[in-house]
């Protein structure tokens, strides 16, 4: 049975942690899954069974087995919904634990993110702080070592926080902080103690250099060695440390290799002085051998120490090294020996000539690492270098810092030089000096001579031997390790021996020298050089006795000027280098003479002022017997040596505040409390302190006296330390004596305080000396004195200071010091002195704030004060009188001084920066300590406090604006989620509190602009600040915040919706402004906080209704805020369906619904809702896509996407025009040069040729409007040469160059003429690729919104084919499954949950046949016409219909054929577009027949006219042709045709086939004629080697004509005048006859698109953004405009034909009715009727407009418009020539578009050529004059369009058409070839595409005046002469 335990009224659970032991499945019925290492919490128990749930999931509830887990006793805190179980152990295992977590989950990213080094050592980390988790855990440890583990355990959590970027943990004594129960001011403090320490860990004082040798390499000696280490000072040419010792074996190998601590040592105690360039270590090497090296073995087998080789090495350079690091130290030997003692000088120096390197591959190889900080400290962390004893070698006496308790007693000896005489000897001697320690009865003492570290003491020393030198030098330094109580009786002794080379070599003794190592007088041997008397001597007997020469002198300078017998062996002399370094004895005599005063009492005076001069070294290390010996005689007589102890003991108390004795206090403070015994000093340390007090002001010299305050808190100390032992001994006998006696000491002290000096005097400066040590001063009176007796005391001095003193005084900092550390002393920690103390901090705190002076002191006194200041545990939210008190005090100087320290420049400075950020810091964390604190009630107090609303508005607004600083993302460091979380704790609360003031003081007539925006905006930025999107953070880290602070989001969204509601109508007057910011909150993406705030939209729109009659504005302002908010990564879907159900939304609110159904705007605000909704989902896309590294489709698809939507829909010019760039910048990304021009050909067109000034505007300069527009103009030609789209260029290159040409600037105009040639001469050499068209759909319903369920074409790359595009979109898509069929998907997969791709390749169905059907075009022309300009795209599906005759399938082979038409065409500004149309139709057989008859005919047609220019490089394409066409070994050829259809059978069964029949019939025979004129060529041409196929060819010919029937004479009449009977031989036929029309006699203006009409698929037009056009938009068609019609007004006279397509008819004929054409307007629209007829611009062809919902709708479809006719009669120009009075009878007539009829022309179309003339003013633009204003370079979005000026005059009704020329005559064609960039035209009655604004007709009005900067117009252009230029032939005529 499951049970718990009754407890109360309810039954309460066990409430326990478990940890899991072992995996369990929770296979049985309710059982829970459970993994090892998972928590548990025990809800209920039964037999053997728990149940509970995972803290990680407690949602889900189930059992398990008890044996499963280890239980973990637990208490529970905060119980109810928000309950959270805390377990009962170490809260530092309890942090491992949670983090341990935390990390795990990261970790496995790092390796994801492939960051494998931090993925390495996080697991190493993380594995040593398991391990030291189970350390503690097992609990075996002593306090010190789990100290030290814990210690470690937060250095690596610490560090792995950091890494990870995970939060800062505040922390006190190893654990975690509960913010809540401190105060603000101290989290603060611990926040920026480890934010600092972690940014800027302290710089060590003390390092220490470990070293190791490993070997020395490539040494061939065969000899041992001696390597002496030790530091040099090269500056000041000394050693700093002693020597270190190792011995090499003859291998250069260290001896004993198992004991590594022979081979290593640390140098410690070096200072940060000796971390410099000119400090070395430096390594004497010796070898121990023979005198010679490499003499014979005969002469000699005694063993010398003989210099070998030095090697040198910065400390500097080991500086940067982080760990060990391995050297290899080049050795150099000496040149002459007796400079070895040198040779490290000459090195460092590098006097090259005194030494040499000694083999180029020897090296002495040293591992170096410098460690830093404490030695304790260090042994520690680098446990591993000294658990192997390794030696420590120490520093040349004491280090920087002497440390209390360091014993040490060390002399060291160096062994300088030596001056000896021959001795009879013809060469010099090899002097060997070997050194004794001889105690008082004359045996040597043992082991006490120590050559260095790393090696034991020995009995003697042996120096090494220099090789004949008599004045030898060494230079080496040993260790003497006398004890101290041993120094009276033992003296050195140095015995000098020549060694022979010969071959006994013995050692033979000739003199020695002696020191005693103490004086007489008790002093040790001095420091520095002595220089040492050689004693004659021969025999080692003679020194048995060392009475016998210890009476001897032992130093030149001890010697008596008549002791003639020392006299006569003073020419050699031996010198040495002595250096005591001990805390036990000491070389001074003063000192001595202090410490036996008794001895000499006569001598007291003089020892008193000797100890002024003594070194500090020497008096710390004797600080206690000096104490005792100072009091000792004031005792003995105070009045005689009273004033003289005092100053040496101000002296001594003076001499501890060095930073190098300052660990000293801590010594005198214990000699105070335990060894100080003056019961009665206090009265004269009393008396003399006030004598010196007394006389301050009148002082001329205050150095002495403030000398003595500056030791005032160690002489209360003395002076409370014998007042308390006297009183101990009487019993308080003369208590109050001693009172008086202070309290008269401190009215001495308040009277020099209140004087006030003029400037800076020395008197100013004695204050600030007593007030720096005065709180210390004051803590020492509690221990005599009641609490408010000091405090009262405290008080009277701190105000007996001077109020106003100079601006540069030192006591103004020195005030804030005092009171600083009074704040934190004793005292004001006491409450009871607190409330004494208080109105005097307030008030300097006051002054000096509203001052802004002293601001860091100022912030660390209230920070001190508030750290107190906390929550009565015992009670329920009692807060102290003293936070009220402060509030009315500083609430308003501590609001200004925030701002204005927040709105200071931050220094440069690091350290000033960072003193700026604590001040910063410390003032917010004061406010937030004071606010916390604050009840309700309090509130209302402070508040009342306000006289009027006009300082309680400005309080306010001061304290909203403060709030608003919080929140900012740099007031913090990043890491410190803690101080934000409790910041915004502290700010929701008081803005809660604020709520109902703002209700009752600022609304009504009261109301408050201000405030109430200030407010608003408070709350808005509260919500969205980072800190708070608890989306953002890990499972673990949201849990608990949720847990301890609940989403403060939602609680201060739903005072804003209540605040919002309460406003009323003065919700109108913030409309404006808070829409973004209300728009911004609602982005969050909070469920609860997104239902609150959303219907507030609701209300600005019905507030600006009924104020302005619209929303306009509202929604403006919407709109322009949303994207920017999209665009940084906010809003989602679900924010999309939940603003686009805003109108449901208020349904709680029936009030309002009732109004809304009443108000006439409720359709309005659908419609926009809808439109922000449209918009969103673009931006989501857009937003989605940029996510992906490369460019890709989606990208472009998705910026086109949104770029339309902006101009069509929202008309938002601005934005854009900054999609064009992001859109310009994708297609350069991609090397999409082509699209990328077309897309920045978009704002070119927005821009015209004016001097209009614009601002800077993305990364454009500020300049005029026509500077911009050449800018474009430039850099869209560079980017259509890039995309080989050369026609393009010519025609921008044209239009600049006009432009240039009207500036007069010839110099551009040569170079745009030059470019243009460049690009003909491109055309015609340069190969370019026909890419290929896929047509791809996206089905399902996981595609992006505008891809879905969508078909595209899209334009392929270079040399990519099907499968090679197919595997592109996969890849781009990865989850699409691409479908293997080309039939339309159904219903079940456009709303599949899934991604279908549907691709296959399609054909492009260019417009303008007519270039490409011409014959003599180029193949590199026409190339570029059949995949340029596409919009039409064809895709054939060949089935048979009925049954399939096996014998002919021709008969019922049917095609399906689909043609695809686009919304735009292509290439333009995306590589695919949309589907727009897609129409289906089914060939039948005989049809498909024609079609296939007809395509090999044109083939055939071309690859002759190519073979007959040459065009080819060999013959084998057509030969293949004719081959595959007159032997069809495959299908059987025209004969399955004939078989097929022209049986009797099928003619009479298909009666409706008539026409088509004989039109196949005609196909046939005209295919023979080519055929037959095709072999004709093949024949002048075909290589000799192929002549027999020929032969084959022409009989097969022959055979295939006589199986159609026909005779060479049959071919009927337009068969015969073929291409075969021109002179040049070009075959070209007209199948139909030709109309009278087309012959040159005929005259007709031919209506031609601008060479700059650009598809409107390209680009848009300037065209006004801000028209709206009907659906309905009328198709109005029209035939290509030739650039010379449109800029001269007037037809070419060699253009005698009508250009139209393939589809045109026979005939010619108006499809609008005449009465619709002679209503047209005869005149242009004057300029005030612009936008009357904007919709009524007849010029402008369907495909001009983009789409409808952008432009003016045009005409009626029946209005459309008819070519105008002119009368055949009119005379005939030249050829070359054109006509002036054809001009001037054209001139006045409109080029107007002709319809298109549905069936085939006559002739093939005519298209003009770029190498046509262009007018000079071809591209002046005359759009309406702008104004001068700057502006961004956004055209005008309302400008009408080009339409409106263009002038349409109509002319009188024409005669029909005359009667078609007769056959016989020749056809003259026109000399013209398609224009780049022309639009081609197709049918499609539902769209229409502006003309190009640089295009726009001019009015015809009279001709302006020119500007200053001639600007050309069209319309003196018209009214000009017409240039003549002399129309090329065509080598073809008819």
Same mark, same amino acid.
């Given at each position: ?1689 007037? %037809?070419?006279? *060699?253009?005698? /034909?009508? +250009?139209?397509?393939? $589809? &045109? #008819?026979?005939?010619?004929?108006? @499809?609008?009715? !005449? ?99 262009? %007018?000079?003013? *071809?591209?002046? /633009?005359? +759009?309406?004059?702008? $104004? &001068? #204003?700057?502006?961004?370079?956004? @055209?005008?979005? !309302? ?96």
């Amino acid at each position: 049975m499951w049970f718990g335990s009754a407890a109360g009224r309810g039954l309460v659970l066990y409430c326990e942690n478990l940890l899991l032991l072992a995996n369990f499945r929770g296979t049985v019925q309710h059982g829970l899954p459970l993994e090892i290492g998972e928590t548990v919490q025990i809800l209920e128990k039964c037999e053997g069974w728990y149940r509970g749930f995972v803290l990680k999931n407690p949602n889900v509830k189930g059992i398990f087995p008890c044996s499963y887990i280890h239980l973990k006793h637990a208490h529970i805190k905060n119980k109810g919904q928000f309950e959270t179980v805390i377990p009962m152990e170490e809260s530092v295992i309890t942090e491992m634990t949670v983090t341990l977590r935390d990390w795990g989950t990261m970790w496995k990213q790092l390796y994801v993110k492939n960051e494998g080094e931090l993925f390495h050592r996080l697991w190493h980390v993380m594995t040593e702080i398991l391990e030291l988790r189970r350390q503690v855990l097992v609990g075996h440890l002593t306090n010190d070592r789990m100290t030290d583990i814990k210690q470690h355990i937060i250095a690596r959590l610490d560090w792995g926080n950091e890494q990870l970027g995970l939060d800062l943990v505040p922390r006190r004594d190893f654990s975690m902080v509960d913010p809540d129960e401190i105060s603000v001011t101290e989290l603060y403090r611990l926040m920026e103690r480890r934010h600092r320490k972690r940014e800027f860990p302290l710089q060590a004082n003390m390092h220490h250099l470990f070293l190791q040798i490993n070997s020395l390499l490539n040494c061939n000696l065969a000899e041992e060695l001696h390597v002496f280490f030790f530091i040099y000072d090269s500056r000041e040419m000394r050693p700093i440390s002693e020597r270190f010792f190792v011995r090499l074996n003859k291998q250069g190998v260290p001896k004993s290799p198992e004991k590594t601590e022979k081979q290593c040592t640390l140098f410690v105690d070096l200072g940060s002085s000796d971390l410099r360039k000119d400090v070395y270590v430096v390594a004497h090497i010796f070898r121990i051998g023979r005198m010679v090296a490499g003499e014979k073995k005969s002469v000699s087998n005694t063993q010398y120490r003989r210099p070998f080789g030095c090697t040198v090495i910065s400390v500097s350079d080991l500086l940067t090294a982080d760990c060990k690091d391995d050297h290899l130290l080049k050795v150099y030997s000496c040149n002459t020996e007796s400079e070895w003692y040198q040779i490290h000088d000459n090195i460092i120096r590098k006097v090259s000539s005194r030494y040499s390197q000694i083999g180029s591959s020897t090296g002495l190889a040293v591992s170096l690492q410098l460690l830093h900080g404490n030695l304790e400290q260090i042994q520690k962390d680098y446990m591993r270098l000294f658990t192997r004893n390794v030696s420590i070698t120490r520093r040349l006496g004491f280090s920087d810092i002497i440390m209390p308790g360091e014993v040490r007693n060390d002399l060291y000896v160096t062994l300088e030089r030596g001056e000896f005489e021959k001795g009879g000897k013809s060469v010099a001697r090899n002097v060997e000096v070997t050194v004794y320690v001889v105690g008082g009865d004359g045996q040597v003492l043992k082991g006490l001579v120590c050559s260095g570290s790393g090696e034991l003491g020995a009995d003697e020393f042996h120096s090494f031997v220099l090789y004949h030198s008599n004045s030898p030098r060494w230079s080496e330094q040993i260790k003497l390790t006398v004890p101290p109580e041993l120094f009276r009786v033992t003296h050195l002794r140095f015995e000098f021996r020549h060694c022979s080379t010969k071959e006994k070599g013995e050692k033979k003794l000739f003199g020695y020298s002696f020191v005693p190592l103490m004086q007489e007088d008790g002093r040790t041997l001095p420091d520095g050089t002595h220089e040492l008397i050689v004693h004659k001597c021969e025999e080692t007997a003679n020194l048995q006795d060392c009475s016998r020469y210890l009476k001897l002198p032992f130093s030149k300078a001890s010697l008596q000027p008549g002791n003639n017998q020392t006299m006569k062996n003073s020419k050699e002399s031996f010198w040495i280098l002595s250096l005591l370094c001990s805390t036990k004895l000491t070389q001074n005599g003063d000192m001595l003479d202090l410490l036996k005063w008794r001895t000499h009492p006569d001598r007291i005076m003089d020892s008193l002022t000797k100890l002024k001069d003594i070194d500090g070294s020497e008096i710390v290390k004797f600080l206690q017997d000096t104490l005792d010996t100072l009091f000792a005689v004031l005792d003995d007589s105070p009045q005689r040596y009273g004033l003289k102890v005092f100053d040496c003991l101000v002296h001594v108390i003076n001499l501890l505040q060095d930073s190098k004795f300052q660990h000293f206090k801590p010594v005198m403070d214990n000699y105070i409390e335990n060894h100080f015994a003056g019961a009665l000093s206090y009265r004269d340390l009393i008396r003399v302190l006030k004598w010196y007090v007394d006389r301050i002001i009148d002082a001329e010299h205050q150095e002495q006296i403030q000398q003595v305050l500056k030791a005032a808190e160690y002489l209360f100390k003395y002076i409370v330390q014998s007042r308390m032992l006297y009183a101990a001994a009487t019993a308080a006998q003369a208590e109050e004596e001693f009172r008086c006696s202070v309290h008269e000491l401190f009215k001495s002290i308040h009277l020099f305080l209140s004087h006030q000096s003029k400037g800076i005097s020395p008197v100013t400066h004695t204050q600030a000396v007593f007030l720096r040590s005065f709180p210390t001063v004051c803590c020492e009176l509690l221990k005599v004195f009641s609490v408010r007796e000091v405090a009262n005391l405290a008080r009277d001095t701190l105000s007996s200071l001077p109020a106003n003193t100079h601006t540069e005084c030192p006591l103004q900092a020195v005030k804030l010091q005092c009171m600083a550390k009074t704040v934190e002393s004793p005292l004001y920690t006491n409450a009871e002195s607190r409330c004494v103390l208080l109105p005097v901090v307030l008030h300097l705190l006051r002054t000096y704030l509203q001052e802004q002076k002293e601001l860091v002191l100022c912030a660390n006194i209230l920070t001190s004060m508030l750290s107190l200041v906390h929550k009565d545990p015992n009670t329920d939210c009692v807060v102290s009188e003293e936070v009220n008190v402060i509030m009315d005090s500083l609430s308003g100087v501590l609001l200004r001084t925030i701002l204005e320290v927040t709105n200071r420049p931050q220094p440069a400075a690091t350290s000033l920066r960072l003193q700026y950020q604590d001040v910063t810091g410390e003032f917010v964390a004061c406010l937030l300590t004071l606010l916390r604190q604050l009840s309700d009630k309090d509130y209302q107090q402070l508040l009342s406090h306000f006289p009027s609303k006009d300082e309680l508005a400005n309080f306010l607004l001061q304290l909203f604006t403060v709030f608003r600083i919080l929140i900012r993302p740099d007031m913090f460091p990043k890491d410190w989620t803690v101080m934000r979380l409790v910041t915004n704790n502290v700010i929701i609360t008081t803005v809660l509190y604020l709520s109902d003031t703002l209700r009752n003081n600022f609304l009504n007539e009261k109301f408050d602009f201000k405030v109430w925006e200030s407010y608003f905006y408070l709350s808005i930025i509260f919500i969205i600040q980072p800190c708070l999107q608890l989306e953002m953070f890990p499972p673990s880290k949201r849990k608990k915040v949720l847990e301890k602070y609940g989403d403060m989001r939602v609680m201060i969204g739903c005072e804003i919706f209540s605040m919002w509601q309460n406003l009323g109508d003065y919700k109108v007057n913030l409309i404006p402004s808070l829409i973004g910011p209300f728009l911004e909150v609602t982005l969050v993406p909070q469920p609860d906080l997104r239902n609150v705030l959303i219907p507030v939209f609701h209300d600005m729109m019905d507030s600006e209704e009924r104020r302005s009659g619209n929303f306009k504005q509202v929604e403006a302002k919407l709109i322009d805020k949303l994207e920017s908010l999209m665009s940084e990564g906010k809003g989602d879907e679900t924010y999309k369906e939940l603003f686009n159900n805003i109108i449901p939304l208020f349904g709680p609110y029936p009030s309002l619904l009732k109004k809304i159904e009443r108000e006439t705007w409720r359709e309005s605000g659908v419609s926009h809702i809808a439109t922000v909704t449209r918009l969103m989902e673009r931006l989501l896309d857009y937003r989605d896509c940029m996510k992906i590294g490369e460019v890709d489709g989606k990208k472009i698809g998705c910026t086109v996407n949104l770029l339309n939507f902006y101009k069509t829909e929202l008309n938002k010019e601005e934005m854009y025009i900054r999609y064009i760039h992001k859109l310009y910048e994708l297609h350069l990304k991609a090397q999409n040069f082509t699209e990328a021009a077309y897309t920045l050909l978009l704002y070119d067109e927005l821009l015209e040729w004016t001097e209009r000034p614009l601002r800077e505007f993305l990364t454009y300069p500020m300049q005029s409007e026509w500077q911009r527009k050449e800018c474009l103009h430039l850099t869209i030609i560079h980017n259509f040469d890039r995309g080989k789209c050369w026609e393009n260029c010519i025609i921008l290159c044209r239009e600049l160059a006009n432009q240039y040409e009207a500036y007069y600037d010839y110099r551009n105009l040569s170079k745009m003429r030059l470019m243009e040639a460049s690009l003909y001469d491109k055309i015609m050499n340069q190969q370019r690729l026909e890419p290929e068209f896929f047509r791809i759909g996206f089905y399902g319903k996981k595609f992006p919104f505008f891809l879905r369920n969508k078909e595209f074409v899209c334009r392929g790359n270079d040399y990519e084919r099907l499968e090679a595009f197919q595997q592109r979109m996969l890849s781009e898509f990865p989850h699409a499954i691409a479908m293997q069929h080309a039939n339309q998907p159904d219903q079940t997969i456009l709303q599949a949950e899934a991604q279908y791709l549907q691709i296959y390749a399609v054909s492009p169905v260019p417009d303008n046949q007519d270039v490409l059907q011409r014959d003599g075009v180029p193949n590199n022309i026409k190339s570029f016409y059949k995949v340029n300009h596409i919009w039409r795209f064809r895709y054939d599906r060949p089935f048979h219909k009925g049954t399939k005759d096996k014998e002919n399938e021709f008969k019922s082979l049917w095609v399906e054929r689909t043609t695809l038409s686009l919304a735009q065409s292509l290439p333009g500004i995306s590589r695919w577009f949309e589907v727009e149309k897609r129409e289906l139709v089914e060939m039948s057989p005989l049809e498909n027949a024609s079609e296939v008859i007809e395509n090999k005919t044109l083939q055939l047609r071309t690859l002759i006219a190519q073979c007959q220019m040459r065009q080819m490089q060999n013959i084998n394409p057509l030969t293949m042709c004719l081959n595959g066409v007159i032997d069809a070994a495959v299908n059987g050829g025209l004969a399955r045709y004939q078989e097929a259809f022209f049986a009797k059978d099928y003619i009479s069964s298909h009666p409706e086939d008539g026409d088509k029949i004989t039109r196949l019939r005609e196909l046939m025979f005209e295919q023979a004629h080519i055929l037959e004129y095709g072999l004709a060529v093949h024949e002048k041409f075909v290589p000799q080697d192929m002549r027999p196929l020929h032969k084959k060819l022409v009989d097969q010919f022959h055979v295939m004509r006589s199986s159609l029937g026909i005779q060479p004479q049959e071919f009927p009449a337009y068969v015969r005048v073929s291409p075969l009977h021109f002179a040049n031989g070009s075959p070209r036929t007209c199948r139909t006859p030709v109309p009278n029309a087309i012959s040159p006699e005929g005259g007709r203006i031919v209506a031609r698109r601008s060479p700059l009409s650009y598809p409107a698929v390209n680009r848009y037009s300037s065209s006004s953004l801000s028209s709206q056009a009907s659906n309905d938009v009328s198709n109005i068609t029209g035939q290509s405009e030739s650039s010379d019609e449109v800029f001269n007004m007037q %037809p070419s006279p *060699s253009t005698s /034909s009508l +250009s139209s397509n393939h $589809s &045109g #008819s026979h005939n010619v004929t108006s @499809s609008a009715p !005449s009465s619709n054409r002679d209503s047209l307007p005869s005149s242009s629209p004057l300029p005030s009727d612009k936008h009357k007829h904007s919709r009524e611009n007849a010029c402008l062809s369907p495909r001009d407009r983009l789409c409808s919902g952008m432009f003016p709708s045009p005409l009626d479809p029946t209005q459309r418009m008819m070519p105008f006719q002119i009368d055949t009669s009119l005379p005939r120009p030249e050829a070359n020539l054109p006509s002036t009075e054809t001009g001037k009878n054209i001139r006045s007539l409109s080029p107007m578009p002709t319809a298109r009829s549905p069936q085939k022309t006559t002739a093939p179309p005519l298209t003009p050529s770029p190498t046509d003339c262009l %007018p000079v003013g *071809s591209l002046a /633009s005359h +759009s309406p004059a702008r $104004s &001068g #204003s700057y502006s961004s370079g956004i @055209s005008s979005l !309302s400008r009408c369009s080009v339409s409106e000026t263009c002038g349409i005059e109509l002319p009188p009704a024409e005669p029909p058409l005359p009667p078609a020329a007769p056959l016989d005559n020749p056809v003259r064609r026109g000399s013209k070839t398609p224009p780049p960039y022309s639009v081609y035209e197709r049918n499609n009655p539902r769209r229409a595409t502006p003309l190009p604004h640089s295009l726009s007709v001019p009015p015809s009005a009279d001709n302006p005046n020119l500007p200053t900067k001639p600007q050309l117009s069209r319309t003196q252009r018209i009214h000009s002469e017409p240039r003549h230029r002399l129309t090329p032939r065509k080598v073809s005529q008819l």
